[in-house]
C-alpha cells in the first residue's frame, strides 16, 4: 500500500514538475527548438522593406538570419499601369544613393520616375520668391510613385530570400521585453507574439510600423504628437500646353501650400492642392526655362478622373528612438508634414545611420541588441531629425497667417535666403541627404 | 582571476553598498553628456562612506601587500629555472583571487554594472585579435572573418571577450577556475543556439588542459588576466605549448609603474569605484618590457606593444601610445620548433666545441711538434 502510493505520488511528481516549469516559463513554450533571429523588422512599408533589404545585402549579416513582418498581403505590380498612381515620394540624391547600394535602384529606374532640377517657391501674400536650382547638371532629387518603390524593393527581397524571411499577412499582436541583463531563467531576447499565436524570438526588434507604431506603444516610448487641422489632397493633373516638365512649383498659400510636380513630359503633372475651409496641401511640379525671372505655373487643362485621394497631416516625434534590443526607423519615430518632402527621406536617412552602426557591430562580434551602439543611432538621428522637424513646423506656421507683421518677416527672410547663395546651398544639401 | 584580499567579506559589504547607488548612477550614464555630473556623483557617495571602514581597509591592504611580498619571495625560492611544465604541484592560480571573484560570479553581464569597463574594453581587443589574426590568412569568409579558428580564452570570466570571438565564427574554448565563472559563462551562451555550438567552457586552469590541448590553438587569449597569477613564467609556457607554431597570443594587462599605481589603484578602486576593491595587486602588475623579455625568451615573438586608455567620464577606451597603464601585446609563435631547454643545448654545444677546439688544437700540437 505504502509502496503503491509512493509508486503514485512518484508517477504524479514528474509532470507536476512539468507543468510548473510550463506554466511558470510560458514563454519557453514555442521558444525551445525555435531559430533565434538576429533582426525582425516590424512593418513592411517603404522604410522596412527597405531596411530589411538592406540587412540582406549587408556583407556583414551574411550569416544572420533576418525577418520581416508585414500584416498586409504581398503587393505585386504586374505591368506598370498607364495610368499615374497619386501617392508619390520625392526621393532626395542620399536616399537614391541607399536604393541604388541593394540594387532597388536599377528597377525603379527601369520602371518610372521623373527627375527635377529646379524648384521654386513663392509667397501668396507678398512678391517673396525663393529658387533653388543645381548649377551643375545633377538633379536636386526625384518623384517616384510609391508602389514602384515597393515593387522594386518586393523583388530585391525576393533575391536574398534565403537570408531573409518575409511573413505577409503577419501582424504582431504582442511584445515581451527581456530583462536589463541575465537573471536566472528569463530569456534575454524579445519575444513577438503573432496574430496565429507563434512567437518568435529576435536579438533586435526594428519598429518601422507607421505613425501609429504598435511597437513604439507597446515599448511605452513616448511620443510627442499634434494633428494640423490640415488634410492634404493629391490628384494628377493634365497640363494645357506641352512643356519640358522638371521643375517643382510651390506656392504658400494662407490656406496651406499648394504644390505641382512634374510627372511626365506628356503633360501629366501630380497636383496636390489645399482649398476650401478644410486646409488642404498640395504639391505640383513645374519645369520653367533657364531664365531665373519668376515663372508662371502652367495651366491646367484637366484632372485625372478618379485620382484624387486625401489625407491627414500631423507632427509627431518619439521621445527615444532606443530601447534595449529596440530601435524606431521612419514614420514609428517621426512624422512631418510633406511640405519639405522629407518624410520619406528622413526614414531612409534612419536606415543609413542605423545600419552603419549594425555594421560596426556584427563586425566587432557585438550583440546586436546592444544599447551602446543603439544610442550612437539614436544621437546620429535625432539630432538631424529634431532639426528637420522643427523647420518643417516652424514654416508651415509662419506660412499659415496672413498677419501683415508675420509676412512682412517672412518676405524678408525668403528674399534674404534668396539673395544669399551658400545658405541655399547649404539648405539643399540638408535636404539632399 | 582577480586579486584577492583578507577584506572578501568586507569587500561584498562594500560591494553591497556601493552596487544600488552606483547602478542608478551607471544606468543613466550612457545618456548623461556633463562628465561633471558623473564625477560628482562618484566622489559625492564616496564621501558618504564611513571614514572607519575606509581606514580598516587601508590597514588590511597594507597588511596583505607584506604577506603578499612574503609569498611571492618563498615562491622564487621554490622555482627552478626550467620547470616540467607537466608538474600539478605548481599552479598558476591564485587562490586568494579566486574568493574575490566569487563574489562578484553573477555580475558579468551587467552591461552598465562593476563590469562596464571590461564590456567597453571589448570595442578596442576585439578588432585588435581579430585584425591580427586575419593578417594570417589569405581572404575570410565574409560574415564569419574568423571561422575556421580555434581560439583558447584564458581566464574567461564571464564570456565577456569569449561570446564576441565566437560570434565572428570562431570555435572557443574558454577556461576560468572559478566555478561560478563558468556557470554564469555557460548560462548566458546556452540561450543562443549559434553561440551554443561554437563556444566551450571549462573550469580548469591551464595547467590541467596543457596536456591534452598541445599545439591546437591558432590564439590564445590571455586578457586581463596575467597581472592575476602567480607564476608568470610557467604561465606563458603553458600558452606557447597550447598553441599552434605560427599561432598568436594576445595579452592584455597593467603596467607596473607610479602612474599605474595612482590612477589604477588608489584613484580607480579607492575613489572613484570604476573597478571593485581589491581586484588588483600592484606588485602583480607587469611592465611590458619584463612581458616582452619572457614572451621572447619562451619562443614567442613580440609583434605589437599598443597603450590603451580608459575614460571614465565616458566610458570608453582608446588606442594610445603611452603604455604606461593598460597595454595590450600581440606575440607571435614561431614556426621553428624550438627545444624547451635552450639554455642546456648552448651549453652542450660550447662544451662540444671547446673539445673540437682542444682536438684540433692537440692536433695542431702535435703536427708542429713533428
Same mark, same amino acid.
Not at chain 1, 510651390?250 to 475651409?277: E, K, M, V, Y
Not at chain 1, 546620429?380 to 522643427?390: C, E, M, V, Y
Not at chain 2, 588590511?60 to 620547470?83: G, Q
Given at each position: 500500500?505504502?509502496?503503491?502510493?509512493?509508486?503514485?505520488?512518484?508517477?504524479?511528481?514528474?509532470?507536476?514538475a512539468?507543468?510548473?516549469?510550463?506554466?511558470?516559463?510560458?514563454?519557453?513554450?514555442?521558444?525551445?527548438?525555435? #531559430?533565434?533571429?538576429?533582426?525582425?523588422?516590424?512593418?513592411?512599408?517603404?522604410?522596412?522593406?527597405?531596411?530589411?533589404?538592406?540587412?540582406?545585402?549587408?556583407?556583414?549579416?551574411?550569416?544572420?538570419?533576418?525577418?520581416?513582418?508585414?500584416?498586409?498581403?504581398?503587393?505585386?505590380?504586374?505591368?506598370?499601369?498607364?495610368?499615374?498612381?497619386?501617392?508619390?515620394?520625392?526621393?532626395?540624391?542620399?536616399?537614391?544613393?541607399?536604393?541604388?547600394?541593394?540594387?532597388?535602384?536599377?528597377?525603379?529606374?527601369n520602371m518610372?520616375?521623373?527627375?527635377?532640377?529646379?524648384?521654386?517657391?513663392?509667397?501668396?501674400?507678398?512678391?517673396?520668391?525663393?529658387?533653388?536650382?543645381?548649377?551643375?547638371?545633377?538633379?536636386?532629387?526625384?518623384?517616384?510613385? /510609391?508602389?514602384?518603390?515597393?515593387?522594386?524593393?518586393?523583388?530585391?527581397?525576393?533575391?536574398?530570400?534565403?537570408?531573409?524571411?518575409?511573413?505577409?499577412?503577419?501582424?504582431?499582436?504582442?511584445?515581451?521585453?527581456?530583462?536589463?541583463?541575465?537573471?536566472?531563467?528569463?530569456?534575454?531576447?524579445?519575444?513577438?507574439?503573432?496574430?496565429d499565436?507563434?512567437?518568435?524570438?529576435?536579438?533586435?526588434?526594428?519598429?518601422?510600423?507607421?505613425? /501609429?507604431?504598435? %511597437?513604439?506603444?507597446?515599448?511605452?516610448?513616448?511620443?510627442?504628437?499634434?494633428?494640423?487641422?490640415?488634410?492634404?489632397?493629391?490628384?494628377?493633373?493634365?497640363?494645357?500646353?506641352?512643356?519640358?516638365?522638371?521643375?517643382?512649383?510651390?506656392? $504658400?498659400?494662407?490656406?496651406?501650400?499648394?504644390?505641382?510636380?512634374?510627372?511626365?513630359?506628356?503633360?501629366?503633372?501630380?497636383?496636390?492642392?489645399?482649398?476650401?475651409?478644410?486646409?488642404?496641401?498640395? %504639391?505640383?511640379?513645374?519645369?520653367?526655362?533657364?531664365?531665373?525671372?519668376?515663372?508662371?505655373?502652367?495651366? %491646367?487643362?484637366?484632372?485625372?478622373?478618379?485620382?484624387?485621394?486625401?489625407?491627414?497631416?500631423?507632427?509627431?516625434?518619439?521621445?527615444?528612438?532606443?530601447?534595449?534590443?529596440?530601435?524606431?526607423?521612419?514614420?514609428?519615430?517621426?512624422? %512631418?508634414?510633406?511640405?519639405?518632402?522629407?518624410?520619406? /527621406?528622413?526614414?531612409?536617412?534612419?536606415?543609413?545611420?542605423?545600419?552603419?552602426?549594425?555594421? #560596426?557591430?556584427? $563586425?566587432?562580434?557585438?550583440?546586436?541588441?546592444?544599447?551602446?551602439?543603439?544610442?550612437?543611432?539614436? #544621437?546620429?538621428?535625432?539630432?538631424?531629425?529634431t532639426?528637420?522637424?522643427?523647420?518643417?513646423?516652424?514654416?508651415?506656421?509662419?506660412?499659415?497667417?496672413?498677419?501683415?507683421?508675420?509676412?512682412?518677416?517672412?518676405t524678408?527672410?525668403?528674399?534674404?535666403? /534668396?539673395?544669399?547663395?551658400?545658405?541655399?546651398?547649404q539648405?539643399?544639401?540638408?535636404?539632399?541627404? | 582571476?582577480? @586579486?584577492?584580499?583578507?577584506?572578501?567579506?568586507?569587500?561584498s559589504?562594500?560591494?553591497?553598498?556601493?552596487?544600488?547607488?552606483?547602478?542608478?548612477?551607471?544606468a543613466?550614464?550612457?545618456?548623461?553628456?556633463?562628465?561633471?555630473?558623473?564625477?560628482?556623483?562618484?566622489?559625492?557617495?564616496?564621501?558618504?562612506?564611513?571614514?572607519?571602514?575606509?581606514?580598516?581597509?587601508?590597514?588590511?591592504?597594507?597588511?596583505?601587500?607584506?604577506?603578499?611580498?612574503?609569498?611571492?619571495?618563498?615562491?622564487?625560492?621554490?622555482?627552478?629555472?626550467?620547470?616540467?611544465?607537466?608538474?600539478?604541484?605548481?599552479?598558476?592560480?591564485?587562490?586568494?583571487?579566486?574568493?574575490?571573484?566569487?563574489?562578484?560570479?553573477?555580475?558579468?553581464?551587467?552591461?552598465?554594472?562593476?563590469?562596464?569597463?571590461?564590456?567597453?574594453?571589448?570595442?578596442?581587443r576585439?578588432?585588435?585579435?581579430?585584425?591580427?589574426?586575419?593578417?594570417?590568412?589569405?581572404?575570410?569568409?565574409?560574415?564569419?572573418p574568423?571561422?575556421?579558428?580555434?581560439?583558447?580564452?584564458?581566464?574567461?570570466?564571464?564570456?565577456?571577450?569569449?561570446?564576441p570571438?565566437?560570434?565572428?565564427?570562431?570555435?572557443?574554448?574558454?577556461?576560468?577556475?572559478?566555478?561560478?565563472?563558468i556557470k554564469?559563462?555557460?548560462?548566458?551562451?546556452?540561450?543562443?543556439?549559434?553561440?551554443?555550438?561554437?563556444i566551450?567552457?571549462?573550469?580548469?586552469?591551464?595547467?590541467?588542459?596543457?596536456?591534452?590541448?598541445?599545439?591546437?590553438?591558432?590564439?590564445?587569449?590571455?586578457?586581463?588576466?596575467?597581472?592575476?597569477?602567480?607564476?608568470?613564467?610557467?604561465?606563458?609556457?603553458?600558452?606557447?605549448?597550447?598553441?599552434?607554431?605560427? @599561432?598568436?597570443?594576445?595579452?592584455?594587462?597593467?603596467?607596473?609603474?607610479?602612474?599605474?599605481?595612482?590612477l589604477?589603484?588608489?584613484?580607480?578602486?579607492?575613489?572613484?569605484?570604476?573597478?571593485?576593491?581589491?581586484?588588483?595587486?600592484?606588485?602583480?602588475?607587469?611592465s611590458?618590457?619584463?612581458?616582452?623579455?619572457?614572451?621572447?625568451?619562451?619562443?614567442?615573438?613580440?609583434?605589437?606593444?599598443?597603450?590603451?586608455?580608459?575614460?571614465?567620464?565616458?566610458?570608453?577606451?582608446?588606442?594610445?601610445?603611452?603604455?604606461?597603464?593598460?597595454?595590450?601585446?600581440?606575440?607571435?609563435?614561431s614556426?621553428?620548433?624550438?627545444?624547451?631547454a635552450?639554455?642546456?643545448?648552448?651549453?652542450?654545444?660550447?662544451?662540444?666545441?671547446?673539445?673540437?677546439?682542444?682536438?684540433?688544437?692537440?692536433?695542431?700540437?702535435?703536427?708542429?711538434?713533428?
Amino acid at each position: 500500500m505504502a509502496a503503491r502510493l509512493a509508486r503514485i505520488r512518484w508517477g504524479t511528481a514528474p509532470a507536476a514538475a512539468r507543468r510548473g516549469p510550463l506554466v511558470s516559463c510560458r514563454r519557453w513554450a514555442g521558444a525551445s527548438s525555435d #531559430t533565434v533571429y538576429d533582426v525582425v523588422v516590424s512593418g513592411g512599408g517603404l522604410v522596412g522593406a527597405a531596411m530589411a533589404c538592406a540587412l540582406g545585402y549587408d556583407i556583414h549579416f551574411c550569416d544572420k538570419k533576418i525577418l520581416l513582418l508585414e500584416a498586409g498581403p504581398k503587393k505585386v505590380l504586374g505591368k506598370l499601369p498607364e495610368t499615374y498612381s497619386n501617392r508619390v515620394s520625392s526621393i532626395s540624391p542620399g536616399s537614391a544613393t541607399l536604393l541604388s547600394s541593394f540594387g532597388a535602384w536599377d528597377h525603379i529606374c527601369n520602371m518610372r520616375y521623373r527627375a527635377f532640377r529646379r524648384m521654386q517657391v513663392w509667397d501668396a501674400c507678398s512678391e517673396a520668391l525663393i529658387m533653388f536650382d543645381k548649377d551643375n547638371l545633377d538633379d536636386m532629387g526625384c518623384i517616384v510613385e /510609391n508602389n514602384v518603390i515597393m515593387h522594386a524593393l518586393t523583388k530585391q527581397l525576393e533575391a536574398v530570400s534565403d537570408r531573409v524571411t518575409v511573413l505577409y499577412k503577419s501582424k504582431a499582436v504582442s511584445y515581451t521585453w527581456p530583462y536589463p541583463f541575465s537573471m536566472a531563467d528569463s530569456s534575454p531576447w524579445v519575444h513577438i507574439t503573432l496574430g496565429d499565436g507563434s512567437i518568435l524570438q529576435t536579438k533586435l526588434l526594428i519598429g518601422a510600423d507607421g505613425h /501609429n507604431s504598435g %511597437v513604439r506603444q507597446a515599448a511605452g516610448i513616448q511620443n510627442v504628437s499634434w494633428n494640423y487641422d490640415q488634410s492634404a489632397v493629391v490628384a494628377t493633373l493634365h497640363l494645357s500646353e506641352a512643356t519640358e516638365n522638371n521643375v517643382a512649383w510651390q506656392r $504658400f498659400l494662407p490656406s496651406g501650400p499648394i504644390a505641382l510636380l512634374p510627372w511626365s513630359d506628356a503633360n501629366h503633372t501630380d497636383f496636390i492642392d489645399s482649398a476650401g475651409s478644410m486646409l488642404q496641401y498640395a %504639391v505640383a511640379f513645374l519645369k520653367p526655362t533657364k531664365i531665373s525671372a519668376r515663372q508662371l505655373p502652367p495651366s %491646367v487643362a484637366r484632372v485625372d478622373a478618379k485620382s484624387r485621394i486625401l489625407f491627414p497631416l500631423g507632427l509627431g516625434h518619439a521621445a527615444e528612438y532606443v530601447r534595449p534590443r529596440l530601435a524606431l526607423i521612419g514614420d514609428a519615430a517621426h512624422r %512631418v508634414h510633406p511640405l519639405a518632402g522629407q518624410g520619406a /527621406n528622413m526614414g531612409f536617412g534612419d536606415i543609413s545611420s542605423l545600419l552603419h552602426h549594425l555594421r #560596426t557591430a556584427a $563586425f566587432n562580434g557585438k550583440d546586436l541588441g546592444s544599447m551602446s551602439h543603439l544610442t550612437a543611432y539614436e #544621437t546620429d538621428r535625432q539630432r538631424h531629425n529634431t532639426a528637420l522637424l522643427a523647420a518643417t513646423d516652424l514654416l508651415k506656421r509662419l506660412y499659415s497667417t496672413s498677419a501683415a507683421p508675420l509676412v512682412l518677416l517672412r518676405t524678408w527672410g525668403l528674399q534674404a535666403t /534668396n539673395a544669399v547663395s551658400p545658405l541655399k546651398e547649404q539648405i539643399m544639401a540638408f535636404a539632399s541627404k | 582571476m582577480w @586579486g584577492g584580499r583578507k577584506l572578501s567579506s568586507s569587500g561584498s559589504r562594500f560591494l553591497g553598498a556601493h552596487r544600488s547607488p552606483f547602478r542608478g548612477t551607471q544606468a543613466d550614464c550612457p545618456r548623461l553628456t556633463t562628465s561633471a555630473a558623473y564625477s560628482k556623483n562618484q566622489l559625492s557617495w564616496t564621501l558618504q562612506i564611513k571614514p572607519s571602514v575606509f581606514s580598516e581597509y587601508r590597514s588590511m591592504c597594507f597588511k596583505s601587500y607584506s604577506m603578499t611580498f612574503a609569498c611571492l619571495n618563498r615562491m622564487k625560492s621554490y622555482s627552478l629555472p626550467w620547470t616540467r611544465p607537466y608538474s600539478t604541484s605548481r599552479t598558476t592560480v591564485d587562490s586568494s583571487e579566486v574568493k574575490t571573484f566569487l563574489a562578484l560570479a553573477h555580475r558579468w553581464w551587467d552591461e552598465q554594472g562593476v563590469y562596464a569597463p571590461l564590456h567597453s574594453m571589448n570595442d578596442l581587443r576585439v578588432p585588435f585579435i581579430r585584425d591580427n589574426l586575419l593578417k594570417t590568412v589569405a581572404d575570410h569568409q565574409p560574415g564569419k572573418p574568423l571561422s575556421g579558428m580555434k581560439i583558447l580564452d584564458v581566464g574567461c570570466g564571464g564570456g565577456l571577450l569569449t561570446e564576441p570571438l565566437g560570434r565572428l565564427g570562431a570555435s572557443v574554448i574558454g577556461i576560468d577556475p572559478v566555478d561560478e565563472n563558468i556557470k554564469t559563462a555557460q548560462h548566458h551562451k546556452s540561450f543562443d543556439p549559434v553561440l551554443d555550438k561554437r563556444i566551450e567552457y571549462r573550469a580548469c586552469s591551464l595547467e590541467k588542459i596543457v596536456e591534452e590541448t598541445a599545439e591546437t590553438f591558432d590564439a590564445v587569449v590571455a586578457s586581463e588576466v596575467v597581472e592575476h597569477v602567480i607564476d608568470l613564467e610557467m604561465f606563458i609556457q603553458c600558452c606557447c605549448q597550447v598553441l599552434k607554431p605560427g @599561432g598568436s597570443l594576445f595579452i592584455t594587462t597593467i603596467n607596473k609603474t607610479q602612474l599605474s599605481y595612482a590612477l589604477g589603484i588608489v584613484f580607480s578602486e579607492q575613489i572613484a569605484g570604476i573597478v571593485p576593491k581589491g581586484t588588483h595587486t600592484w606588485e602583480k602588475f607587469v611592465s611590458p618590457e619584463k612581458l616582452e623579455s619572457i614572451l621572447e625568451s619562451n619562443g614567442l615573438s613580440v609583434q605589437t606593444v599598443a597603450g590603451m586608455l580608459y575614460n571614465p567620464f565616458s566610458g570608453y577606451w582608446h588606442w594610445s601610445k603611452n603604455t604606461s597603464l593598460n597595454y595590450a601585446a600581440h606575440a607571435v609563435k614561431s614556426s621553428i620548433q624550438e627545444h624547451p631547454a635552450p639554455a642546456e643545448f648552448a651549453l652542450k654545444e660550447e662544451t662540444e666545441e671547446v673539445r673540437i677546439e682542444t682536438s684540433t688544437n692537440s692536433g695542431v700540437h702535435e703536427e708542429l711538434k713533428k
